[in-house]
C-alpha cells in the first residue's frame, strides 16, 4: 500500500523537528523553506507546517506530558526520532481532530523507518498511555 498523502508531510514535519531539536540555531524560516522544498502541494506544505508550528509552540506542554507518561525516561534519554516521533504524535492527540488510531499508525511508521529496533512499540506505549480519555474508543459492554 502507497503511503498517504498526509504521510510524506508528517515525514517532513518529523524531519524538521529532528532538525530543529539538533540545531537548536536553524531558523524557522529556514524550516519553513525546506518544508516548502520537501512538498510541493501547497495544501499538504500547509498541513506540515500547521503541525510542526504547532509542536513547536506546544512544546512546553507537550514535553511535560511525556515526560509525566514516559515512566523512568526523561526526554533527554530518548533517540532523538523517538522523541519527537512522541511530540508530533502527542500533538495531533491532544490539539487536532485526527482520529487517534490513525495518530498512533503514522507515528509507529516513522518510528520505526527513522528509530531503532524497539522504537515502534516505544512510541506506541507511551502515545496510547496519552490518549484523551474523550477520545478513546469505549469498550463494548458484556
Do not use: C, H, W
Given at each position: 500500500m502507497a503511503p498517504s498523502r498526509r504521510h510524506k508531510a508528517r515525514e517532513t514535519v518529523l524531519q524538521m523537528l529532528?532538525?530543529?531539536d539538533l540545531n537548536?540555531?536553524?531558523?524557522?524560516?529556514?524550516i519553513r523553506a525546506m518544508i516548502q522544498e520537501q512538498i510541493s502541494d501547497d495544501e499538504l506544505g500547509r498541513f506540515a507546517w500547521r503541525l510542526f508550528a504547532g509542536v513547536?509552540?506546544?512544546?512546553?506542554?507537550?514535553?511535560s506530558k511525556i515526560e509525566a507518561t514516559a515512566a523512568n525516561w526523561g526526554l533527554s534519554r530518548m533517540a532523538p526520532t523517538d522523541r519527537n516521533a512522541i511530540r508530533l504524535g502527542a500533538f495531533e492527540l491532544l490539539y487536532?481532530?485526527?482520529?487517534?488510531?490513525?495518530?498512533?499508525?503514522?507515528?509507529?511508521?516513522?518510528a520505526k523507518t527513522y528509530g531503532g529496533p524497539n522504537s515502534?512499540?516505544?512510541?506506541?506505549?507511551?502515545?496510547?498511555?496519552?490518549?484523551?480519555?474523550?477520545?478513546?474508543t469505549p469498550k463494548p459492554e458484556a
Open positions: 529532528y532538525q530543529k537548536p540555531d536553524v531558523t524557522i524560516e529556514d513547536m509552540e506546544s512544546r512546553t506542554a507537550l514535553d487536532t481532530d485526527t482520529p487517534p488510531r490513525v495518530v498512533i499508525d503514522e507515528a509507529l511508521e516513522l515502534g512499540s516505544f512510541v506506541n506505549g507511551i502515545l496510547d498511555r496519552l490518549i484523551p480519555e474523550e477520545k478513546r
